[in-house]
């Protein structure tokens, strides 16, 4: 689902505040100047919003075309005239923009950045936020003003996705052994992020923030970007936590290859390289280099889903370390503390579902074999009326299983806490429920932003999660003074933080269901 910005006024004549957007900014690449974020006070729960600055576009690694295709994002040159931060810089290609006017091209590894600083020794928490797919950091559901009223640095940045971001290729693995070290390819999206964090740790202390103290936050593909500088040796020492929305689940779990953090071994991906390059008619990367941003698109897309190449992350044991069962059991992570969860109506569970008794028994009988079927009809019953609320109760127990499994196996390696949520909270003027990205509004507090004909309970819930995520951003610990509802890091208690249309500890699922997800899990391959 994608929102329509109200109007966010730039360049219009500075409110009265002491705020960063008074001054041209010399940073290490050279002078960038900012704007008012904001001139009105339609901004909700905010209360700061004279003195939060914007900037937009500034390049954080070079152009990823022509020769730069396929390769780890190389540095941004500098500038020596003031970089006017302005509008939005370019998005990558292959990112589905609707009828927004944004300007796509290969010269799309940009960020842009909101601070409430004053001054540029202010050292605030700074989070990094890491869109889902299909998007670009210009979407307004990601606007960083919210999350800046709270004394914290909002980063978000664009990063290369399908084949610009994820092709394997024998060539690309030896040109890439040069110079790591590694017979790998296939991760320039993931090097991108990774390049993102490191400028920001370089470069944000010019913006008011603190480089040592970054936290990485994103939802769905962004959760797994997010999990993967978690999880990646590149990336450490640079963050102080984690928020992965939408995001973990037991490493069992198949939906573990369909879903966002799903990844491919190095073999597979690199027998998809080929096929690629035969799509594009061509025999060598060089020559695929030459080809135009709009033909590498199409050599992606088949007539059916079944022959259109997914690409997806690489299992490449350099950038990612190892499969994600492994990176949990050899605390292969950074060991910070971390907030993950789930929304209910996603990952499989779909509100206002039409479903038959006899499609219910299918789909279980496809999902499930031998005895596990008849285990789970014995605890998701149902008949012509009730097929649907069991297939999502099935889904949703699932999720909430599943990332409660995966913290268990975190505690197994790590000290650092983890806090689960389930949000439940379905936004006005829309038919999905809580549906995959509800959630984001409300927990980054920019419902200025979007659209929909927001509630005054919509502005309370705002506040009581971004309260929740800004607390942890600032201390590690999502409960603060401000907090009106304790939120208990995950122990050995069978529960999840409720969220949204209620608040508090609840049981992820009935314990025949646990006892039953764990034992379904352990009969898999993990992943």
Not at 138 to 156: E, S, T, W
Not at 278 to 302: F, H, K, Y
């Amino acid at each position: 689902m994608r929102s329509v910005a109200l109007p966010i006024a730039l360049g219009l004549a500075p409110v009265a505040s002491a705020a960063l957007y008074d001054t041209v900014i010399d940073t290490k690449y050279g002078p960038v100047k900012g704007y008012p974020a904001f001139n009105s006070t339609n901004t909700g729960n905010m209360t700061n919003w004279k003195d939060i600055t914007v900037w937009k576009g500034i390049p954080f690694a070079a152009t990823t075309g022509g020769d730069n295709r396929w390769k780890a994002p190389q540095p941004a040159s500098a500038w020596t005239e003031t970089l006017d931060a302005r509008t939005w810089g370019p998005v990558c290609p292959s990112a589905t923009t609707g009828d927004n006017d944004y300007t796509i091209n290969e010269d799309c590894l940009n960020l842009n950045i909101w601070s409430p600083a004053k001054k540029t020794d202010a050292k605030l928490p700074v989070v990094m936020w890491s869109y889902p797919a299909e998007s670009t950091a210009a979407d307004p559901l990601f606007d960083g003003g919210g999350m800046a009223d709270k004394g914290i640095v909002f980063v978000n940045y664009n990063y290369r996705t399908g084949p610009f971001g994820w092709l394997a290729h024998s060539e690309l693995s030896e040109e890439f052994e040069k110079v790591t070290g590694s017979n790998s390819s296939g991760n320039w999206g993931m090097l991108d992020q990774f390049a993102a964090l490191k400028w920001i740790h370089a470069n944000i202390a010019d913006f008011g923030g603190d480089p040592d103290h970054i936290t990485v936050q994103g939802q769905s593909a962004g959760s797994a970007a997010t999990q993967h500088i978690l999880y990646s040796e590149l990336t450490k020492d640079l963050i102080v936590g984690a928020i992965i929305e939408s995001g973990v689940r037991d490493p069992h779990d198949p939906l573990c290859t369909s879903l966002a953090e799903a990844y491919a071994t190095l073999d597979d991906a690199l027998e998809d390289g080929d096929t690629y390059l035969s799509n594009l008619g061509v025999s060598s990367i060089a020559e695929a280099r030459n080809l135009t941003m709009e033909e590498l698109i199409d050599g992606a897309t088949g007539t059916t889903r079944d022959d259109t190449i997914m690409f997806e992350a690489v299992l490449d044991y350099y950038a990612m370390p190892d499969t994600y069962l492994n990176i949990l059991k050899k605390g292969l992570a950074h060991d910070v503390p971390v907030i993950t969860g789930n929304n209910k109506d996603e990952n499989g569970a779909t509100y206002g579902l039409e479903l038959s008794l006899e499609e219910y028994y299918e789909d279980v009988n496809e999902t499930y074999s031998g005895v596990w079927i008849d285990r789970f009809l014995e605890l998701y019953p149902a008949n012509s009326s009730t097929a649907a609320g069991a297939y999502n109760s099935m889904f949703t127990d699932r999720s909430k299983v599943g990332t409660w499994f995966w913290t268990q196996l975190w505690y197994g390696a790590k000290s650092s806490k983890v806090w689960n949520y389930f949000w439940d909270h379905a936004p006005p003027g829309q038919t999905s429920g809580a549906y995959h990205e509800s959630e984001i509004n409300y927990v980054l507090n920019n419902l200025y932003a979007t659209d929909l004909p927001w509630v005054a309970e919509d502005y309370e819930i705002a506040k009581k999660m971004n309260d929740y995520w800004a607390n942890f951003i600032k201390t590690g610990n999502p409960n603060g003074e401000d907090t009106t509802v304790a939120w208990p890091a995950v122990s050995s208690k069978k529960l999840v933080q409720h969220v949204g249309d209620g608040w508090g500890q609840i049981p992820i699922a009935w314990s025949k269901k646990v006892t039953l997800y764990k034992e379904w899990f352990a009969s898999l391959v993990a992943y």
